[in-house]
């Protein structure tokens, strides 16, 4: 992949790019990068051009001057993308970064064709209640000077992340890269990105819109409640709705692989979409 820096609003935004045609604008997740996202499924790249950021905050761009919610997150990529002169595209979110790709969506309207939202946080009454508590109390002032002090042990981040987040088997790389990835992470804007989208509505844009939609969820996770999105959106044929019933809120090799053949499908082209049915099977 190239790496590139494109100054917005006078602070660069780190990016990571592949491929050629359409361009496919990846949106991390909380405490993220682009590698975690598009190193992963960077065979995408096989069907689009792929602008991978590391948002505001994260990775190795730094925070905005402004609050970090999706919807300040959402213009700074809008600027990026003006800056790259892309005019129409497709976008994809991950957790929080699909709040981001929502927010995204509603701004630029028609310019996006395929969206994709991969385990979405898009409505309060979707998230788990004690997922919702938890946020409430740990973002409190006090309470995240500690928190933040303790993300950065890494015995206690994956103890949290097992036993509270209930990821699922996550492999050893995918745990090292999501913890060098907190270290790194912006303590204020995290927490401001975290309470926002933990309080957003996209529900009614997700039902309103009209084109080629993805959402990938997993059945054993704990934030998302996979059960009643997927009776929310039963009726809407342009939804394709994804369901890993092999793995919790985390990832491992084997469950990005199956997301991926999901993917893949979706932004084939149709005369290549044989092949990726082939690849799904194959992988089964």
Not at 35 to 45: K, N, P, T
Not at 192 to 210: H, I, N, P, S, Y
């Amino acid at each position: 992949m190239q790496e590139l820096a494109v100054d917005v609003g006078a602070k660069p935004i780190r990016c990571l790019t592949a491929g050629s045609g359409r361009p496919l604008l990846l949106c991390h997740g909380f405490l993220s990068s682009a590698e975690e996202f598009g190193g992963r499924f960077r065979a995408l790249a096989a069907y689009r051009r792929l602008i991978i950021p590391d948002l505001p905050g994260n990775g190795g761009s730094p925070p905005m001057a402004c609050r970090h919610t999706a919807e300040s997150l959402a213009a700074s990529l809008e600027e990026l993308l003006a800056c790259l002169g892309i005019e129409d595209f497709d976008v994809a979110g991950l957790c929080l970064g699909a709040s981001v790709a929502s927010a995204l969506a509603q701004r630029c309207g028609d310019r996006i064709d395929r969206l994709v939202l991969h385990t979405p946080l898009i409505a309060p009454t979707l998230i788990r209640r004690r997922y919702r508590e938890q946020v409430r109390v740990l973002t409190t002032p006090p309470l995240w000077r500690g928190v933040v002090a303790l993300s950065r042990n890494r015995t206690v981040s994956n103890l949290y992340k097992r036993f509270v987040i209930a990821e699922g088997d996550v492999d050893d790389r995918t745990a090292q890269a999501n913890f060098a990835n907190q270290l790194r992470a912006d303590p204020a804007a995290a927490r401001e990105w975290l309470r926002d989208g933990v309080q957003r509505g996209d529900l009614a844009m997700l039902l309103q819109r009209t084109g080629p939609t993805l959402v990938i969820v997993a059945a054993q996770d704990q934030v998302v409640d996979v059960d009643e999105l997927q009776r929310l959106i039963a009726d809407r044929h342009n939804i394709t709705l994804y369901v890993d019933r092999q793995q919790g809120h985390g990832w491992n090799h084997a469950a990005v692989q199956r997301q991926l053949d999901v993917m893949l499908d979706f932004f084939a082209a149709d005369g290549e979409r044989h092949m990726a049915h082939a690849r799904a099977a194959l992988s089964a």
